[in-house]
């Protein structure tokens, strides 16, 4: 099995409703993103998922939820934008994006300490 990653990062603001702690008023994250594809075949070219073509897929993913209120985007309409939530927000659009990849998980880091991270249960 072969496995490749790629990481990115973007800044936001969020809230967490009804959590009753610091995180339940708007504060924001400078959120690291790792993503990874995996499989057991190579192409002709002796890659599993062309680097540039996986980095894109991401930064089209990140750009539009850069610098808002995670709240306010329909994706997060229950006005919980977890770390939880955004991996799997995140690993979700890349399937839609890639449907050719075998994402395998997505990694959101909120500090370099803590991290959510999103697999599928057919792992």
């Known amino acids: 099995m072969y496995t490749i990653r790629i ?8 809230f967490l ?3 009753n702690g610091k995180c339940e008023n708007l504060h924001g994250h400078n959120y690291h993103i790792r993503a990874y594809a995996k499989g ?26 850069d610098h808002v209120n995670l709240n306010d985007l329909p994706a997060f309409s229950d006005n919980n934008p977890s ?11 890349l399937t839609e994006k890639l449907p050719s990849v075998s994402i395998s ?3 959101v880091f909120e500090t370099e300490k ?3 991270c999103y697999r599928p249960l057919r792992d």
């Open 114 to 116: 803590n991290m959510a």
């Open 83 to 93: 770390a939880e939530k955004i991996a799997k927000y995140i690993f979700e659009k």
């Open 17 to 19: 409703a009804a959590y």
């Open 40 to 65: 057991r075949e190579l192409d002709k070219s002796g890659i599993l998922v062309d680097f540039s073509i996986f980095k894109k897929a991401l930064k089209e993913i990140l750009d539009p939820i």
């Open 7 to 14: 990481e990115d990062s973007f800044s936001s603001a969020h």
């Open 105 to 107: 998980k997505v990694e």
